[in-house]
């Protein structure tokens, strides 16, 4: 059978629902459960066509993230491991929307002959799969698994139940040439993590369970994933809550989304946990946010969020590398290039903390791709999003760098262990994508390394009040942002409104930006006080309404 037959007999059993419309998004394609099928096997095509294209292993991961249960999504991972390249949004976009087979099938040709794609089973295609612990993840994953057959010559390999980051990671090793299951990323974390933990200084600390990480598996992947990771740990008391087997519902009162943006203790956590430190993950496991429970009589945190967990880390490596470049004349040192990446959601105090520690900070907009995309210019790069998604990226050529300098320098010399450390950090931490799990264990060994408690470290800076609100709009796309989306330059007139509304407020700030996940208008403000950044994110929302 030939590759045109068989595209049209495979795609007329995914018809797409009527009156659909999908938009690849910030994230990939998501919406609810049931109307997913024929989109999730076109993304099986597009995963296959891209892995034919860059002649290596992609992936496509089926999540909906913090998502409700009933909802289900799917993105492609790249060969680096990261999203997909933006390049090919539009096709994703205009593949997902094809109206029958017989478009499909033209789309398909047109672009394979655009790119220089060959579909005659020559070349081989390999793309891995995986998918969250959603119900409706099976037959999604099913129709991936045809989607990617439909394009001849192509490999479908089914990892199983993972979470986002492992997936991302796995695409990433196999094309590095390195072993790439669980278990193998299992053992690089744990392994990092040891050394790291082998050079806190002074005597070992009594870890007992008085020191304690309590976790929030959000009642999905990442709670029984952790459970199996700790394992091979030592020196880390981890207790998991919400792993998803005692009957909660997947982000239902739980999980990083929920725990960031309503500033309130999960299910299963309460007045026992005042004090502890405790950390919360999302449906998919790529972000995180620690917090604390301040008192018994109440259902508000403190919350340690994405701002802070990137302040924590830049603070960290900027120590290491001071450590390292001790002594070393200028000339004679490779010049790590050092930079934050944030977007406009980071709060205010963040940004002045992070400029006060002398480290140059760019926005970009919302989204990891963006982020990631900035942070990769730099021989370090560490970006986060308040919302706890982050990582930090290193430039090969300087791992090339420390590899050999810390082959010269003094054995057990300060400036050596400086040295491991940063080789240790850049195992540890994922380089494909942000990593609950990698972001988990890098906060607890630099918690050991400084010897500071959860409060210490709370205690960085404050947080300015904020607020944040969403407009239903039935165009969301007349709201056209610049300058990383701290300016609206359209409607006209908008900005010069909510300018004026800013400046009755000491510290004010505030923008809006169309949401890249939903139908919506997102405002955000912040100000002194509390009152001051909820009356200012009114004001700005009666703008746009
Ligand atoms: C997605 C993005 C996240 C972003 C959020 C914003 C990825 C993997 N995830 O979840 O980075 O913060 O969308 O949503 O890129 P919004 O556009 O609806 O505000
Ligand atoms: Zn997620």
Known sequence: ?????????????????????????TAGFRADALVLESTVYRAGILAALRSLKTRSVTGLMITASHNKISDNGVKIADPSGGMLTQAWEPFADALANAADSDSLLQLIIEFAKKESIVTDGNCRAEVLLGRDTRPSGESLLEAAKQGINSIVGSAAIDMGI?????LHWMVRARNKGMKASERDYSEQLSS???????????????????NKLVVDGANGVGGGKLECLMNMLDGLVIEVRNDGKGGGILNEGVGADYVQKEKVVPQEFGSNDVGMRCASLDGDADRLVYFIVPSASSDNIVLVDGDKILSLFALFIKEQLGILYKGVHENNAYQARLGVVQTAYANGASTDYLKGLGLEVVLTPTGVKFLHEKAAEYDIGIYFEANGHGTILFSDSFLCWLEKRHNELPE?????????????VSKLVNQAVGDAFSGLLLVEAILQN??????????????????????KVMDRTAVVTANAETVAVKPPGIQEAINAETVKYPRGRSFIRPSGTEDVIRVYAEASTQEGADTLAQSVAKLVE
């Not at 045109?4 to 995914?14: D, E, H, P, V």
């Not at 057990?412 to 240790?424: D, H, I, M, N, T």
């Not at 470290?457 to 969403?470: A, C, F, I, V």
């Open 450 to 471: 400084l010897n500071w408690s959860i409060n210490h470290w709370s205690e960085l800076y404050w947080d300015l009040p904020s607020r944040q609100l969403k407009v």
């Open 192 to 210: 990092s993590f040891r050394c790291l933990m082998t050079l806190v200084p002074g005597e070992c600390k009594v870890k007992g369970t008085d």
């Open 1 to 25: 059978e030939d590759q045109k037959s068989i595209l049209r007999r495979a795609s007329s059993r995914f018809p797409i629902p009527p009156g659909a419309k999908f938009s690849y998004g």
């Open 162 to 166: 993972l979470t986002t980051p492992q």
């Open 412 to 424: 057990g010399s300060e400036q050596q262990k400086a040295a491991v450390r940063l080789l240790a």
